[in-house]
């Protein structure tokens, strides 16, 4: 009977054990197995290949330079978006007319499809009839922008701040909501005791706000960073990670490898996973994520 109640937590443990065992670490074992194989394009394995695929493609000429762009990608992303929720979060959270109506509204760009979204600001960026030149024309800034045929994804230049652009768009409603979760557990009365001290606003925010606020913005950029790293359906449907691969990430790049070396793709994907580790790790040292706020 002892063991029987020794084994109930495994009913409710357990399904969660299976689900994380299939999605996640059979996936990843398949990986790592999949990048030390030599793989057609057609998916056929052709035997195993040691480290023929990491080799091949640590000496791709483009690889470093888009590990490179890849990292900036994530950090632009990712810090802008906490920057910009931030402000909305403590706008949000005060009273006044309409804010039921613009919390709504806040949550458009993220309910969209990230596809469906990125399609619509790339046909927005049409050099000939998008929306954007239209209002370029009218506010006189087209030849100060490359002119009428200018098209904006098509160069590396103008292309990746409207890529960063847009997967902050997305980006910035769930991160919001997860920091007016925050704010709404912390108490009244650390802001009354503060404004009874004479705290100004703005100390009031640096020293009892941003601490308190922590836990919530640690997560929230957390998985922000995650995604952005994986990012796929932003690039991909803006620009293909073009001209050349001036604007692909590493995902994007994993994608390009598949059609031509499977093996080197699954190679690839190693990599994006152990930077994603890596990145993960540098943050939490950064953020000190298990230190006690003061």
Known sequence: MKRLRALEP??????????????????????????????????????????????KLFNEKDFGDIMFLSVIWVV?????????SLALAQLFNQRFPGRKVARWA????????????????????????????MIRLKLGLIDAMGGASADQLGDASTAMPWLVFVAVFVSVPF???????????IPADVY????????????????ITLP??????????????????????????MTHGQPGYSTATSTIFMYILKGSNIGESAAMSVVNFGMVIVLTAIFLRVSRWNKEVA
């Open 175 to 185: 991160t919001t909501y997860a920091l007016l979760a925050g704010l709404a557990t």
């Open 10 to 55: 495994l009913a409710w443990v357990g399904p969660a054990v299976v689900l994380i065992a299939v999605v996640v670490i059979w996936p990843v074992v398949e990986m790592v197995k999949s990048s030390f194989l030599k793989i057609s394009r057609f998916g056929v394995v052709q035997g195993p290949n040691g480290t023929a695929n990491y080799e």
């Open 106 to 133: 806040l949550i458009a760009p993220w309910a969209a499809s990230v596809l469906m979204t990125a399609i619509i600001f790339k046909w927005m960026l049409d050099p000939e009839v998008g929306v954007i030149n």
């Open 76 to 84: 632009a992303v990712v810090s802008l978006t906490v920057v910009i």
């Open 212 to 237: 308190l606020l922590r836990p919530a913005l640690t997560v929230a950029a957390l998985i922000n960073l995650m995604n952005v790293f994986n990012s796929f359906p932003i690039i991909w449907a």
């Open 192 to 207: 009354e005791a503060a404004k009874m001290d004479g705290a100004t606003k703005l100390r009031t925010y640096w020293s």
